[in-house]
């Protein structure tokens, strides 16, 4: 066994540290056989009651013994990590393990799914976030998360843009960053843990946002629509990299060198490790690419470091390198960056730093951080509409209807494998705490999630299934009516349940399941003010509810204080200032669909015109567009202003530079009689492109806080990076010309100026 002395080795990141590493590393690495070696790039999940794919059985005590792990997917109990680390600490060269798992959006204090995290437009919101994820999950064992996913998607038909943070590369980076920065810090504190971007590369643009299809493209819309964030998170000091299941140009991405190798490690510089995602290696051979042996090799040379759960690696590579497929200079690769992530998390220092099994409860689930969620979830809710009716008065007669109202697991959204079923505040709890008079709340089911009973299934998993209702669905409505009638308001909460966004939740009627939607209908009739307040992972399409209710609340999947955050906006202690990552279509067959697509020869407003680019029967363009999101107060907006009207471009080396940087500037002023927050946006378009350049691409957005009558001047500096984009052989460049910018508070209601590139 390596005897390591504690406290002598330094880890975070500094020339010198990384010297000491090396020396390390060799010192360990000249030790280890093959196999050992081999050994390290197996990542088995522990026997658990968690599964996230299909499950596979495993010894292992045993394989940690024979050196035949480097890292354990699925613990989450400091005792239980501490037992097994003892193990590996105590056999072989005693390397210690990585413990993985998902925390997505909290451990055990959850917070809103990160479409909804996304919604805050709040990066300092989300870095928070992440430190009290680290904090709960360091404190129960785990020193690696998977996340964060920073995966563009174009296409809400894609259960997993839940999972994202929406469609625009620029704020996704920004968002990115802040995941990265709140996991990691300098990775030199307990409670600082390895974060994994995932999934690398380009999962959110599945052929028809089919999970798991090839996701092909130019790579010309490769680089300048999809890869920023992954970038990002690389430049921001991400440890590690998750590859995803599918092709990509015809190769999976975990046997794909272009991702892997050519752009990851030589193009971005990357020097973490990357694990495949759950199975890949394996699944490999169900996309044709040959035996387990010969993808496990092909994957080792592409750049995959770690084979998740498969048993590829373990299982083949010692064949492979006597077969002459690899050789033992890739396995070695592979194996030090795995040993040099265990050295920067300081594992060969302590083993156990993420072990401490002493008042795990002084860390988890604590009023301080269940506060955070609080806020942070009012903070990710979108006023869709409005006729006036929010925020409600508390000495209202309240109708609240629907299942959603009453239900707890299903406000922690589809990714929370720690956090405990029965912890979230219900909306119903949340509003019958913030009333005058409780009993003056009443509540209704109203109906099932669909009629089907089959549908149901879309709800089962990790214990989020809804219950069916055995009444008949009219009397089910008839109640919800007569509760109605007898109250001032109606407060509906409906939509998906948690289990139909996420992985494996592919759909193709982005509307609100039916049995909900006819209720709604039911309810509108009535005559009362209806108060929609809707339950999604995805953009919805919400025709007729954004004409046929009062108001429209999207409060996403909002964590653990669900109830408590809803109350606060529908009662107006909060104001609500969330804005939408992802475009709201009118139709599901406007699929993909994005607010930054490059223009067209035949352009329309929306509505068919024959000849030119539209739908024959739907009008094409956003119900509710990226950057949206209404207050219960009013902002205006200034003409933006931009500093000058020329400015000089500089190249040197095929480096970018301007003469001086573009100032922009925008006063916003709040016209209402409430204090607000506003996020200030700004959008660039290069007028004209050796490619074509989106007909609007954001660059810059602030959240500005403004009493009734008060004014800000927010001012955004642009660098010659805003303005570069890729062409066809990849090189980024800025083109002189004519630039339009655009202020205002969403994609599509700005006021626009210019400048010149000369
Ligand atoms: C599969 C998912 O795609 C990935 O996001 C997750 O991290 C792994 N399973 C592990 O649970």
Redesign the pocket.
């Known amino acids: 066994m390596l005897m390591i002395s504690a406290a002598m080795i330094m880890h975070g990141r500094s020339a010198d540290n990384d010297r000491k590493m090396d020396r390390f590393i060799d010192g360990l690495m000249e030790k280890m056989s093959v196999e050992e070696k081999i050994g390290q790039l197996n990542l088995p999940t522990a026997p658990s009651d968690i599964i ?2 299909p499950a596979r059985e495993s010894d292992i005590a045993g394989l940690i013994s024979k050196g035949q792990i480097g890292g354990l ?1 699925n613990i989450s109990n400091a005792a239980k990590a501490r037992e097994i680390q003892e193990l590996a600490v105590n056999s072989g060269h005693g390397i210690p393990l990585l413990f993985g798992l ?1 925390v997505i959006h909290g451990q055990k204090t959850v917070f809103p799914i990160p479409l909804g995290l996304s919604a805050t437009w709040d990066p300092d919101a989300i870095e928070r976030m992440a430190r009290i994820s680290a904090i709960e999950a360091s404190a129960m064992g785990i020193n690696w998360t ?1 996340s964060p ?1 920073v995966d563009i998607s174009h296409d809400a038909r894609w259960g997993r843009v839940a ?1 994202g943070s929406g469609e625009d590369p620029y704020l996704g980076s920004r968002i990115a960053e802040a995941y990265i920065r709140g996991y990691q810090g300098d990775l030199t504190d307990d409670d600082e843990i390895l974060a ?1 971007v ?2 690398y590369a380009l999962y959110g643009a599945a052929d028809a946002g089919r999970d798991y299809t090839a996701s092909d493209m130019s790579r010309y819309r490769m680089f300048n629509w999809y890869m920023e964030p992954y970038k990002a998170a690389v430049d921001a000091g991400a440890a590690s990299v ?1 590859s995803a ?1 599918q092709q990509v140009e015809g190769v999976p991405c975990a046997l794909n060198r272009f991702l892997l190798t050519d752009v990851l490690r030589e193009k971005w510089g990357f020097d973490g490790f990357v694990v495949a ?2 199975n890949a290696v394996g699944e490999a051979v169900n996309h044709g690419m040959g035996s387990l042996e010969e993808v496990s090799a092909r994957a080792l040379k592409a750049g995959l470091d770690m084979d ?1 759960v498969t048993g590829g690696y373990v299982g083949t590579l010692g064949k492979a390198l006597k077969d002459g497929l690899i050789r033992e200079e890739d396995i070695d690769k592979a194996c030090r960056r795995i040993l040099e992530a265990k050295y920067r998390l300081g594992l060969f220092d302590d083993p156990y730093r993420f072990c401490d099994t002493e008042n795990p409860e002084d860390k988890i689930f604590t009023p301080e951080h269940r506060a955070e969620a609080r806020k942070i979830a009012a903070e990710s809710f979108v006023l869709l509409k409005n006729d006036g009716i929010l925020p409600l008065d508390r000495k209202a007669r309240i109708a609240v209807v629907g299942l959603l109202a009453d239900d707890k697991a299903n406000m922690l959204g589809c990714w929370t494998v720690g956090a405990d079923k029965d912890s979230p505040v219900t909306v119903l709890e949340g509003i019958r705490s913030a009333v005058a008079d409780p009993s003056a709340v009443s509540y209704s089911r109203g109906s099932n999630l669909f009629y089907d009973p089959d549908m149901d299934r879309v709800s089962r998993n990790q214990g989020k299934d809804v219950d069916r209702d055995p009444r008949d669905a009219g009397e089910m409505v008839a109640e919800a009516v007569e509760a109605a009638k007898q109250a001032d308001v109606v407060v509906a909460v409906l939509g998906e349940a948690a289990e139909m966004s996420g ?1 494996s939740a592919s759909r193709v009627d982005l509307t609100i399941p039916d049995a909900q939607r006819d209720l709604l209908k039911e309810l509108a009739k009535t005559g009362k003010p209806v108060v929609l307040v809707l339950c999604t992972g995805r953009p919805l399409v919400l025709d007729w509810e954004s004409e046929n209710v009062d108001a429209i609340l999207n409060i996403w999947f909002p964590g653990t204080e669900a109830g408590l955050a809803v109350a606060d906006v529908l009662f107006g202690d909060v104001n609500p200032s969330g804005r939408l990552t992802m475009s709201f279509p009118r139709h599901s067959g406007v699929m993909p669909f994005y607010y930054n697509e490059v223009p067209n020869g035949r352009p329309t407003d929306g509505r068919w015109v024959k000849y030119a680019s539209c739908y024959m029967d739907t009008d094409w363009t956003a119900l509710y567009p990226f950057g949206y999101g209404l207050s219960y107060t009013s902002f205006a907006y200034s003409e933006p202003v931009v500093e000058k009207a020329a400015y000089s471009l500089i190249c040197e080396d095929g480096k970018y530079g301007l003469d001086s940087p573009v100032r922009v500037s925008v006063t916003i002023t709040n016209t209402g009689k409430r204090a607000g927050t506003e996020t200030v946006q700004l959008y660039v378009r290069d007028m004209a492109g050796s490619v074509g350049r989106p007909l609007r691409e954001l660059k810059g957005f602030e959240k500005v806080a403004l009493r009734p009558g008060e004014s800000r001047t927010v001012e955004f500096t642009l660098t010659a990076d805003d303005l570069s984009f890729y062409t066809q052989s990849l090189d980024r460049i800025v083109e002189p010309g004519e630039f339009s910018v655009m202020t205002g508070g969403s994609s599509s209601d700005v006021k626009t100026a210019g400048f010149i590139i000369k």
Do not use: A, Q, S, W
């Open positions: 996230t794919g997917f998902d998977y996913m999972e994994c995932k999934h998750m299941f995602d759950y998740m992985e």
